[in-house]
């Protein structure tokens, strides 16, 4: 079946550590997008790639970094600048023209 | 910029009553409209989309909504609420120049709890 994948599904990063959320898709979709969800709030977009070896900014890129080295993959990492990393991350792909389709998620906390 | 509200952040239905999600957006034109579910610790499923045509909108799990230009609003509706609706509803707006895939803004969400 075709979907996306998110790992892993939780996750602890320590003081001052780097960590990488992973995100595949087999949907063949072009675009593909990472989200910050925290409780009781709605979605604010971290990075978005339209294209491979090509990605922008979203509303809260501060403190993350990401890369689109294959058109399956968008890993996010969540590096020590982010001060506030605890929260629930989610990735989405679409075609450029249709709805995004999410994954399930990876819940970060902090040790 | 295009921005969403959903006024209700908790709503409360017994099992069999009708259901209505409110939304109201914010946008310059005509925008791409769309309500995701979101159950605890997972991602969000596409319940309905609204492009054009149609103002009146059917989707998975027997949801509909209807879009109100003069309303700025899109509310989600279900004539019978089943226990397994219970979960966290999100609208949210697309502009139709950035493509409908891009740059969605959502709403702080409502959650919905069920009573038998």
């Known amino acids: 079946d075709g979907g996306i994948t998110q790992s892993p599904k939780y996750l602890f990063r320590k003081e001052g550590q780097n960590v990488t959320l992973s995100c595949e898709q087999n949907?063949?979709?072009?675009?593909m997008y990472w989200y910050r969800q925290d409780p009781g709030q709605g979605l604010r977009l971290i990075y978005y790639s339209q294209i491979v070896n090509d990605f922008q900014k979203g509303d809260i890129a501060e403190g993350y970094s990401v890369s689109r080295e294959k058109k399956e993959s968008f890993p996010l990492t969540v590096t020590s600048a982010q001060k506030n990393p605890t929260a629930f991350y989610l990735c989405?792909?679409?075609?450029?023209?249709?709805?995004?389709?999410f994954g399930d998620g990876t819940r970060l906390s902090i040790l | 910029a295009q921005s969403v509200t959903q006024p209700d952040i908790h709503i409360t239905v017994s099992e069999g009553a009708s259901l209505e999600l409110r939304c109201n957006y914010s946008?310059?034109?005509?925008?791409?409209l769309f309500w995701y579910v979101q159950s605890p610790g997972q991602g969000l499923q596409l319940l309905l989309k609204?492009?054009?045509?149609?103002?009146l909108v059917q989707g998975i799990k027997g949801f509909e909504a209807e879009f109100k230009r003069s309303q700025s609003s899109f509310n989600l509706r279900k004539p019978s609420v089943h226990w397994s609706d219970a979960a966290e509803y999100f609208c949210a707006v697309g502009a139709p120049d950035q493509n409908a895939g891009n740059m969605l803004t959502f709403g702080g969400g409502t959650r919905l709890m069920v009573k038998p």
């Open positions: 949907l063949n979709h072009d675009a």
């Open positions: 989405a792909s679409a075609l450029l023209d249709r709805p995004q389709h």
């Open positions: 946008y310059g034109a005509t925008p791409y």
């Open positions: 609204y492009f054009s045509g149609d103002t």
